[in-house]
């Protein structure tokens, strides 16, 4: 296995494109920039996909709630993604049918009709069925809900493990040539002459490091604004309007592998999702928030508002107690004036800054994690600009790591895994395919028994997954292992976590000396 800092990387002092954050868009924009010949270093001041990138409802889907607000530029776009993302990704990301039941008094269902309508034949639709209407008073899925709902539809979307998605294009942009760095902080950026001269520093070692660059690209997600002031020195006005999003996770809520769709008297939306085999995920909400994201957490009365919002469907009202986890977080949007959160726009902003023949920053203001693609390719047009072009576009056609077999072939792969290592357990081959794809042959190289997979830190974790998870995916603390690259913080003790910590910070300081 390789360790991620190479002493090539450390070399490096001169590159065409310096991206800042290492979220969905700019390693989405790392991936696309490195693989079109552009030299690429891209520094993330925490973890890998520790910032909005992990707190969405996890979900690759054209927006349905959307068409209310008239966006359909970015509902066709969206839709138009989901396929080629699930084409380049089929162990993260998998079709998932969604339930919309409707509910007399809210929106008509002449108008649901209408908008399923639309939302089968605006974007491109080859592998994904279509809308078709559900009878709850028989079907399987009509079974877990209130009598009093005894029509829905059935439409498709997609899951997507968002967290292992930003980490697959960090992983894809390394192996092309990019220089990916984590807890490593942009303190500075100034221009000189025809360039930027970059100073971050290591907040593991306090080590700074001052390289070149063509151009920057700001992908700060929620602190753009932030960065904007503090490391550009700008004066730039507020950008953002950051939005608040919570999640909370059941027990599993039913049987089926059906997801659904609520309509609220407030005219929004939740999502109730199957999660992790054993859950379920509801969310989310919409609230304006003032704070530092670092800081943000569910309050009371997101919870009486998820609560009570999945109460009016489900025949177990959910309750407070049942909850074992939640999460939070804040959407970046782009401040376009809107008066209520919900109606502020997901489209994304590209703003470039640099007049002549000063070095140009582009600041990426909103997006979503399904167009993200499309927004680093929105980025490359302009980068192509500034710096002049190379290669083509190449991405709609590519896998990223590990995403290299067939969409619909996910089992047969599972069941070659078991066959090969029949000492896995059934559900950890599954989980193994489902994080790593083809990674998974690399990960369990010369296992031949349990003994093999070392010390079990508990919920089916082994010290060689987390050992693979530091020297090939940037992992250095617990959290990365088990909220980001997995979430098996739902399954792990604290004493078992406690153990996995001390075991990555010893593990964490002999990879760094033998880096050096």
Known sequence: MRIVRRSED???TDFDIFVIGGGINGCGIARDAVGRGYSVCLAEMNDLASG?????SKLIHGGLRYLEHYEFRLVREAL???EVLLKSAPHIIWPLRFVLPHHSGLRPAWLLRLGLFLYDNIGKRVLLPGTSTVNLKTAEVGKSLKPIFSKGFEYSDCWVNDARLVVLNAKDAQERGAVIETRTQCISAKRE???WSVTTKNLNTGETRTRTAKLVVNAAGPWVDEVLGNTFGSNSSKNVRLVQGSHIVVPKLHGHDRAYIFQNADDRIIFA????QDYTLIGTTDRDYTGDPKDVKITPEEVDYLCDAA??????????????WTYSGVRPLFDDGASEAQEATRDYVLREDGEGDEPRVINI??????????LAESMLKKIEAALGSKKQAWTANSTLTGGDFKVGSFDDLVAEVQSKYPFLEPKLAWRLVRAYGTRVWMLMDGASSIEDMGIQFGGSLSEREVDYLMQNEW????DDVIWRRSKLGLRLKAPEIATLEEWMRNRFAQLSQAAE
């Open 10 to 12: 450390l070399l490096s």
């Open 52 to 56: 909005t990138s992990s707190w969405s």
């Open 80 to 82: 138009g993604e989901r």
């Open 193 to 195: 002459n025809d360039h």
């Open 273 to 276: 999702l199957p999660y992790e």
């Open 311 to 324: 109460s009016e469907y489900f025949k177990e009202p959910v309750k407070a107690e049942d909850i074992v």
């Open 365 to 374: 203001f909103g997006g979503k994690i399904t167009t993200y693609r499309k």
């Open 475 to 478: 992992a250095q603390v617990a």
